[in-house]
């Protein structure tokens, strides 16, 4: 558009001066012919003034009456100027006036004077005899002569210019015309252009439109294709899972229960990978929804960073999770987006590193009003990834070099769905990595403060200021970000080489804390195996699942990676006074009300399904009635009372919503919980079910620890015990 206005400009420009040009020419020309018309009617003005003279003079000396004298006195000015003004018109051609010409005026006047005179003094004949004298007729036609001439040599200059501006004139019209044809012609060419342009962008808007179209049916049928994929999926897979489940509480030997592990792990890895594909169906859709409620951030980093610990077992690498002091407890976001994006990369980490370690950290980068900008990182001593590699990351199914796939495994979906995730909370996501020196990715996320949610768990952590902590290690990522914690809560830790350690520098502390990694130093075991080891201010730091403890002499055990409630839990407890009875308060836990009596109605069409979810009710106490489609389901829940209701969504006959919908409309004022079992996990399954009135949502595959949750939130504890025989 630009180009085009400014080619219409010049246009306009030449154009113009091509108009003013001519213009101009025509100008000159009209001036040229004006002064030749003005000269014309001066040269015949002063031949008749002349004449007008001459006349006067002779018929002045012929009657000798004073009024032609008068007359001739008169006119004489008129006759000079008008000579005059044809000298001046003619000196703007470059003519001047003969010296002939001028002398024989002169005489003429001295001789028309002379005759006047003599007229006056009463000799009229010889005043006429003057005037007819052959000398004035001489002068007469020398003075007619040199006019002529004079006139004829400016007219034929005059003729002269009219001709050079009249080429001139032509010349510029031809132009201005030739200049406005070819400019018309690029003007149609350019139009022609333009209209051909724009009828091929309303093309291209209409193919655009239909592609928009069909892109958007595509969509929509991959939606539902996807949806139905993970219904028929998630059915079988929750017969496997809850299979292997029940299989797992049997009594089995060690190679079975290492068969069933493997069976549950890889089902948990299909499980994974269809919930990967699914993230990516929806957000391409633009169908994913986040939410924004209160996030205890610090608490989902290291719950899910011990996560990843358990998968990093039986490899020398430590996973190590680090909150700086600054990052605040409680933010406004997403937790199970948070935690997909921190699982997938400190996995991928611990996935592609041998030996070393995987720092998960948060720091604040910056605090503003009521937000905060935050850096999560992920760090590994993996194998690195070459530069021109980075940039095929975050594509879906892609991996830096497709050779490790075989090795690592993988789809390459998690990188590109914690980047869209990353996007989509307005934050970004990179990463910083070179062969053989590991990897680190780090996010940047803005979100905003919330208010603090009480916990039953949190402690007193002024019992903890000033207190001494000797640490045996061997100076560990994981040793330092315990000592860093230490600093922040203000106790005072020492560290304590285990090579040189004697019971002499661990006397006076009030806590020890020893790392796993020196119980094989002599100085440790020397110290432990002596009658004055302080056994009871003792901590073992070991990572989870090592039973290094065993029947060592320790207080508790500080898991690995950290979590802060828990070890500050822990060290108020080792720390109290009465030891014993901490003792029996941290080793309490809390179990779920027990479910014997609770009368469950589940209605469940896959056999697999019905038969597995059974057995589950089943060993949580639970009396259950099965059935088999939507009709049979109805009828029971009309004749009978439930403590609840568990609802397949897709049955033959009546579907869950139906049955939901019938039993809502027919119940008294006891309500029944009804909470839907489905293998759907697209976007609006939830909201579908709580539409149709039932009051919570299960998908498929779930375990039985998902179904004892559902059971203690909607059966009171007293309803239960109170049908229990």
Known sequence: MRSLAAGVALSLVAVLLASWNAWGAYRSLALVARSDIQLTRQGGEIMRLDELLTMSARLGAATGDPKWEERYRRWEPVLDQQIKASIALDGEFGVE?????????????????QAFALVRAGERDAAFRLLASPEYESQKLIYAQGNEATLTSARDRIDKRLALHSRRARASVVFTLALGLLLAIAWLRIIRMVQHHLDARATAEDEAL?????AQ????????????????????MNGVLGCTELLAATGLNEEQRLYVATVRDSSQTLLSLLDDILDISKIEAGKLALELIPVDLPTLIEETTSLVALRAAGKPVEVVARVSPGVPEWLMGDPVRLRQIVLNLASNAVKFTSRGHVVVAVELVERQGDSVLLELSVRDTGIGIPA???????????QADASTTREFGGTGLGLAISKQLAEMMGGELGVESAPGEGSRFWMRLRLGLAPPVPTSSSVDLNELKGRRVAMIDLRSTSALALEERFFVW??????????SIELAQIADVDLVVVDEATLIAPGVVHCMSS???????????????????????????????????????????????????ARRD???RHLAPPMAGTKVLLAEDNAVNLLVACRMLEQLGCTVEAARNGNE?????????????????QMPGMDGFEVTAKIREAEGPRHVPIVALTANAMRGDHERCVAAGMDDYLSKPMSQLDLQRVLTRWVPADRASARAP
């Not at 006036?97 to 004077?113: F, G, I, K, P, Y």
């Not at 021109?388 to 892609?398: E, I, M, P, V, W």
């Not at 979590?563 to 500050?568: D, E, G, K, N, P």
Request: net charge positive; proline share 6%.
């Open 97 to 113: 006036s003969s010296s002939a010409t001028d002398a024989a005026n002169r005489r003429l006047v001295e001789m028309e004077n």
């Open 210 to 214: 239909s592609a928009k179209s069909e």
């Open 217 to 236: 049916e595509a969509t929509r049928a991959k939606s539902a294709f996807l949806a139905n994929m993970s219904h028929e999926l998630r059915t079988p």
């Open 388 to 398: 021109d590699r980075l940039g095929r990351l975050f594509r879906s199914f892609s």
């Open 490 to 499: 203000g106790l005072l830790p020492v560290h304590v080489p285990p090579a």
């Open 531 to 581: 009658p004055g080891w302080p056994a009871g201010k003792v901590l073992l730091y070991a990572s989870l699942g090592n039973d290094a403890q065993g029947s060592r002499p320790f207080a508790g055990v500080i898991g690995k990676p950290l979590r802060r409630r828990q070890l500050a839990q822990q060290l108020v407890t080792v720390l109290q006074t009465d030891r014993s009875k």
């Open 586 to 588: 941290s080793g309490s």
């Open 633 to 649: 389901a109805w009828e029971r829940a009309r004749a009978q009372d439930y403590d609840l209701i568990f609802m397949d969504c």
